[in-house]
């Protein structure tokens, strides 16, 4: 066993697992931050879908050994001290979180957590190539839902995409 | 100007229930009615069909019937904090039942919706047949008893307030959880809730609020879930934190449902980081961890010999010929030309996003288990049975389910589980693997469906349909252990007579074809099958409109007026109306594209979906990496009339997951077995609708209905399947004879089979965004 030091949603951690055992369980079955959904554990349905220094990743696919004690997790529960405290909605929550309940995006909700991650990080990256969300960008989405809520979520990251 | 349309009857029969005795107020219904049969309008100078066995009574008929007789055991509590409580005796599995149940409390109680706590009730076998979610039934089923339960409480808060504001009763109102007097005076449910206690039972006499001056029922509400699973605080199976419960998952044979001979490395693999049990159960051999990261470690390192499954070498081909050889012979037809159709529906997952999973404890001759379940109670007898314990010692807790399609119907993980803590002492948390969820998981069985049907003129003088299918598993009963045992008679004796009477209650054809039949035989117990959103009715529909399709271009007609013109059930004609005008069917298209129509009646509503198809080379040929892209359905209307809408916007949402599933049913989605294993180990191998699948335009129209409310969640799919097949028809000018269309192509490399599970990867660094 190794020690690992991160930080997860703004607080630094450090846990007693060996290196190469993924960051999706150490937050879920160590740290109990259950947010990030499990769907297939091979980088596939993007179900985990969060964020490392304020870009997307797949914690199923990164060894925690890879984390360095200043890499930056932000899961779905640390979502909303990401926006300022101005842009955040009537729940208190980030624009993405707020377009999703304004749309009732949700079905089951199991791949939701992901799609929201997912859909920020999208937002922010087509904002750094000075461009907003087209078609294209919402055809190339991979997380999957196997309620099919697609269309909802499209309406939701145009709407969250004028809210951020 | 005159009208005659007067203000329509209301019902304004009284119900009977009762106050149970407690601290505060609980109120419960009591009733023993039943919806009544569809009725069929024949349409004019075409030669009618006689009514089919699911037009008079059908699988929502029965649900419900057998549901009334414990519907009074259905409680509405208030609480001292002026809230209402309620626990569903039903899984929410994202179909939205607790949002609806929810609303119509708030509704009779005249409190706003998020003063209504909706939770799941545990197994409670009292209930015997009032405790099964599926067939879509919960609405139809739970409408007028959870309405007459909070009306009973309603009534015992108004009694109370008019002791303490020394008032009448009947001059008393309700106002979002007040009662007020006529002087203003007002007093909040809560305070109510224990003077309206009463000591023991009392039978209460109820009359519901006139459904035309609902307020709350019929207009669209956000999920009461929503902000928790936009959160991640939402719960499912996996997340829930009990004591000692660790992550648990199994080594599975590399055939289907084989078994285990023996362990050859046990202790070497107990020593692994983080692995603290290892033990073999019937299924497989399962490892419990730290973590589950370290139970894949160890999955892939376990060396075990296994007995084959019962398919050992067998291909799709091979189960297709056995489906081939129980074929019946169609029956024969009035002389006329005729048009044949012989279709085969091949073997498609209802894995969840939420794998297969449970939390069991079983220790000191008892076991305590969290799954979930559309059935708690037959899950509880078998359980009970695995064990070797009383049933009574088993309690069974409902969680929400990450998706169910029809799997949760059954309980393998949840008796798999008890097994497990069983064999090593301690509490699991098990989890399937994605790999094993898709392969061994549950399965909508392979299938065909031979159609002929015979014409003169314009007028259909008949159309036989002989449905041929691997085995459906109803040996879920009707939820209680009783009939789920009647249902497992040895050698299918039980379950095969099960699928005829599902058969015959979910299947009608809609239209005036003169001589219509429709048949079912099954054969092979050999597969893990299930319903998946819907049971027959996809495929059956979908034969049946590619038909129609046929006759209408043999007889000159357009596949619209067609349908309109032998349609024989009056509200499928206006959904069917309303769908065409939305969809504006016949417009212009390029080549290559095209319209089709798909309509469907079930659930006690009618579905009618037009779907515009792009199957132009290019877009049929667009690239995505690790992808199945082909024909895009660029446009679906989907049109329903499903009774009373209780939640529009709850129905939107069903009916947008049913377009989904329909198009994958239709063009992407299926499993291919080889050499006695599914391949399909992921969502990049099983292609379910993705967002570059998924129509850019959908649209979705709920009618208004002056029927009592239907079912929702599978009411699209058939519609939906059936549109996208007959849209591919004609953009291609060739009837496709298999589903889906795609299915010859293997369009991924597939994992290995040993070991069962891939190992998660390591370069997530490298694909950030």
């Given at each position: 066993m190794s020690e690992q030091t991160f930080v997860v949603n703004g607080e630094r951690v450090t846990v007693d697992v060996?290196?190469?055992?993924r960051v999706l369980w150490v937050l879920?079955?160590?740290?109990?931050?259950?947010?990030?959904?499990?769907?297939?554990?091979?980088?596939?349905?993007?179900?985990c879908t969060s964020h490392i220094n304020g870009k997307a990743f797949n914690?199923?696919?990164?060894?925690?050994?890879?984390?360095?004690?200043d890499d930056e997790v932000t899961t779905i529960e640390g979502l909303p001290a990401q926006a300022a405290e101005e842009s955040r909605g009537q729940h208190g929550l980030h624009p993405m979180q707020e377009a999703w309940l304004e749309r009732d995006?949700?079905?089951?909700?199991?791949c939701q957590p992901g799609q929201i991650m997912a859909a920020v990080a999208l937002v922010r990256k087509v904002r750094d190539e000075g461009r907003t969300v087209t078609e294209a960008d919402l055809d190339g989405?991979?997380?999957?839902?196997r309620c099919g809520t697609y269309t909802r979520i499209r309406e939701a990251i145009r709407d969250g995409e004028t809210r951020m | 100007m005159t009208t005659t349309d007067g203000p329509r009857t209301v019902n304004r029969r009284k119900f009977m229930g009762y106050l149970l005795g407690g601290a505060t107020v609980v109120a419960a219904a009591d009733l023993g009615m039943f919806g009544r049969g569809a009725t069929a309008d024949a349409a004019p100078g075409e030669l009618p069909t006689l009514p089919q066995p699911a037009e008079i009574a059908d699988l929502s008929d029965l649900l419900t019937l057998a549901a009334?007789?414990?519907?009074?055991l259905i409680t509405v509590t208030i609480n001292d904090d002026g809230t209402a409580s309620f626990a569903l005796p039903r899984a929410e599995v994202g179909q939205g039942i607790t949002t609806a149940a929810a609303m119509l409390i708030a509704e009779e109680l005249d409190l706003?919706?998020?003063k209504v706590h909706v939770t799941l009730a545990p197994?409670?076998?009292?209930l015997l047949f009032n405790q099964i979610t599926g067939g879509s039934n919960t609405m139809h089923a739970m409408y007028t008893p959870i309405r007459v339960a909070a009306a009973i409480a309603k009534g015992a808060l108004l009694q109370a307030a008019a002791t303490l504001l020394g008032d009448?009763?009947?001059k008393l109102t309700s106002h979002l959880g007040h009662i007020v007097a006529p002087d203003g005076r007002r007093v909040d449910y809560g305070k109510l809730s224990a003077l309206a206690a009463k000591e023991q039972p009392e039978a209460v006499e109820v009359a519901l609020k006139d459904e035309n001056s609902h307020?709350?029922?019929g207009t669209p509400v956000n999920r009461i879930d929503a902000l928790d699973a936009v959160t991640g605080a939402k719960q499912f199976a996996t997340d829930l934190d009990v004591t000692a419960a660790l992550p648990t998952m199994v080594c599975r044979a590399p055939t289907l449902n084989g078994t285990p001979k023996?362990?050859?490395?046990a202790d070497r693999v107990r020593e692994m980081p983080g692995v603290t049990h290892v033990a073999t159960i019937p299924t497989g051999v399962a490892v419990r961890a730290s973590t589950f990261g370290q139970c894949i470690d160890a999955v892939r390192t376990l060396e075990v010999s296994w007995n084959d499954g019962p398919?050992?070498?067998?291909?799709d081909e091979d189960a297709l010929a056995g489906v081939r050889s129980a074929e019946a012979p169609i029956p024969a037809l009035p002389v006329g030309e005729t048009v044949s159709g012989d279709f085969t529906f091949w073997f498609r997952s209802n894995s969840?996003?939420?794998?297969?999973s449970a939390v069991a404890d079983v220790r000191h001759g008892s076991a305590q288990i969290w799954a979930s379940l559309k059935n708690p109670n037959v899950a509880q007898g078998l359980i009970a049975e695995a064990l070797g314990i009383?049933?009574?010692a088993v309690t069974v807790n409902v969680v929400q389910g990450?998706?169910?399609?029809?799997?949760?119907?059954?309980s393998d993980p949840a008796i798999e589980a008890a097994r497990i803590s069983k064999a090593m002492g301690v509490p699991v948390k098990l989890m399937w693997h994605r790999a094993d969820d898709a392969r061994v998981g549950r399965t909508h069985p392979l299938a065909t469906s031979r159609i002929r049907a015979c014409y003169s003129g314009d007028t259909v003088l008949g159309l036989q349909q002989a449905h041929t299918s691997v085995e459906t598993d109803f040996?879920?009963?009707?939820?209680?252990?009783i009939t789920a045992k009647a249902a497992d008679l040895p050698g299918g004796l039980g379950n095969l007579p099960f699928s005829q009477v599902i058969f015959q209650l979910t299947?009608?054809?809609?239209?005036?074809?003169?001589?219509v039949g429709q048949s079912l035989a099954e054969t092979d117990t050999r597969f893990n099958t299930s319903s998946m959103r819907?049971?027959?009715s996809p495929d059956v529909r979908t034969a049946n409109e590619l038909i129609v399709d046929q006759l209408a271009q043999r007889t000159g007609s357009d596949p619209l007026e067609f349908r309109l013109s032998h349609l024989r059930n009056g509200r499928l004609r206006s959904a069917l109306e309303t769908a065409a005008e939305k969809a504006e069917w016949g417009k212009e298209l390029p080549e290559g594209m095209a319209q089709g129509i798909g309509v469907h009646v079930e659930y006690k509503g009618v579905t009618a979906c037009i779907m515009e198809i792009d199957c132009r080379p290019e877009t049929v040929g667009r690239k995505v990496r690790n992808a199945v892209t082909g024909p895009r359905v660029t446009k679906a209307t989907m049109v329903i009339d499903?009774?009373?809408?209780?939640n529009p916007r709850g129905i939107e949402a069903q009916m947008q997951g049913c377009v989904n599933d329909g198009i994958a049913m239709t063009l992407t989605s299926s499993l291919h077995l080889r050499d006695g294993h599914f391949?399909?180990?992921s969502w990049d191998n099983y292609f379910y609708t993705r967002q570059w699948n998924t129509p850019p335009e959908l649209e979705v129209v709920v009618l208004d209905s002056t029927e009592p409310p239907g079912g929702v969640g599978e009411a699209g799919v058939a519609a939906a399947a059936a549109a996208a097949a007959c849209a591919y028809a004609r953009a291609t000018g060739t009837m496709p004879t298999?589903?889906?269309?795609?299915?010859?192509?293997?369009?991924f490399d597939p994992k290995p089979h040993a070991p069962p599970v891939p190992q998660s990867p390591t370069d997530g660094l490298d694909h950030t965004y």
């Open positions: 060996s290196g190469d055992v879920r079955d160590l740290l109990g931050v259950t947010g990030p959904k499990y769907g297939c554990g091979i980088n596939v349905c993007k179900a914690p199923c696919a990164v060894p925690v050994g890879e984390l360095s004690a995006v949700v079905q089951c909700g199991y989405i991979r997380n999957i839902c | 009334a007789p414990t519907s009074q706003p919706v998020d197994g409670r076998p009292e009448s009763a009947n307020a709350v029922v023996a362990v050859h490395n398919v050992a070498g067998m291909s969840a996003m939420d794998t297969n009383p049933q009574a990450g998706g169910s399609f029809g799997r949760r119907l059954f040996r879920h009963g009707l939820g209680d252990i299947t009608i054809l809609p239209y005036d074809f003169g001589a819907n049971i027959y499903c009774g009373k809408a209780i391949q399909e180990a298999e589903f889906p269309i795609n299915h010859q192509t293997l369009s």
